[in-house]
């Protein structure tokens, strides 16, 4: 067993800590190609790159995927932006949540399930 | 600058991604509810706690340990290609109510199920969310044993506000963990409403 926060160098933080949401969405930059060749990233940083390239995944779902803690993947995913090898696309921010024509999509959504 | 499609064709989705809770005290069913509606097993993450659980918890005899694992079990439902919903149990303990502030930033709205037998188990969810102002709707969880009470007797018995909706479910039906999700963004959708008057009246 790996101690988690090792993975992160004792980091429980990062510069961009603008607290990822568990539903912030991480998506693999279209021009990263082999993230395996940058010798700086550790196995776990590969993998988020992989696991979202095809399809982007909630900062929750990589941390249920990597059996990682929330804040290692925060920490992780904090690196990966700033090596510009993902970016995060932020949830509806609650002032939008009272956008009706969303809120209609989600409830069409949900009856048509 | 100019963005650049991906190389390897389409570039992929980036969803719209929305969050509804389902709080409720322990064994009320709030992890059934979620995969009963959830196209993925709920999966569970875990925040690792250090420092923040020190105060309170009781560490004698193990004094080593100075971390707590708090579980998140979560599931979601891709409403269309670009919108996803999440669907979140809350962690069971109140002392974690930090992380409720975590879950509940940005929700568009929470689920406190109810078990009639144990109805003061939900009265901290309640008191939560409406202390901050998070629409919620009451899901009675009716469990094949315990009595059944019509809604209006429950709404009497938690002291609701009026508008706060209460719907009978059974958290281990599609169906049925549909339309109380379909209830509390209804109510969201009115609340909004009812904010938007209070602001500009």
């Known amino acids: 067993m790996v101690r988690p926060y090792a993975m992160t160098r004792g980091r429980t933080n990062h510069a961009i800590q603008h607290r990822l949401d568990l539903i912030a969405v991480v998506v693999t930059e279209p021009h990263v190609d082999d993230p395996e060749e940058d010798h700086s990233l550790s196995p776990e940083h590969v993998r988020i790159v992989e696991l979202c390239r095809e399809d982007p995944q909630s900062v929750a779902e990589l941390a249920a995927d990597l059996d990682l803690p929330v804040g290692v993947v925060r920490v992780l995913v904090g690196d990966l932006v700033d090596e510009e090898l993902v970016h995060v696309t932020r949830p509806v921010p609650p002032a939008e949540l009272v956008d009706e024509s969303i809120l209609r999509d989600v409830i069409n959504g949900l009856r048509a399930l | 600058m100019i963005l650049g499609r991906s190389e390897r064709g389409k570039p992929p989705v980036e969803p719209v991604t929305l969050k509804i809770l389902v709080a409720g005290g322990f064994g009320v069913g709030k992890t059934t509810c979620v995969g009963a509606v959830s196209e993925i097993k709920p999966l569970r993450t875990e925040e690792v706690l250090t420092e923040a659980g020190r105060p309170v918890d009781d560490t ?91 809604a209006e007797t429950v709404r009497q018995a938690l002291d609701l506000d009026p508008d706060v909706p209460v719907v009978l479910c059974d958290a281990r039906r599609r169906d049925s963990v549909k339309d109380v999700l379909v209830s509390v963004v209804r109510h969201a959708m009115t609340h909004a409403t009812e904010h938007r008057r209070s602001v500009t009246t």
């Not at chain 2, 809350?90 to 929470?110: C, K, N, V, Y």
């Not at chain 2, 078990?115 to 629409?135: G, H, K, N, V």
């Open chain 2, 60 to 150: 004698s005899g193990v004094e080593h340990k100075t971390t707590t694992t708090v579980a998140m079990d979560f599931g979601r439902i891709t409403l269309r290609e670009d919108l996803v919903l999440y669907l979140f149990g809350t962690p069971g303990q109140d002392r974690f109510w930090f992380l409720w502030d975590e879950l509940a930033s940005g929700a568009l709205g929470a689920v406190v199920l109810a078990d009639t037998r144990r109805l003061e188990d939900c009265f901290a969810a309640i008191d939560y969310f409406e202390r901050r102002s998070i629409p919620f709707v009451i899901g009675v969880n009716c469990f094949d044993e315990a009595a059944q009470y019509p």
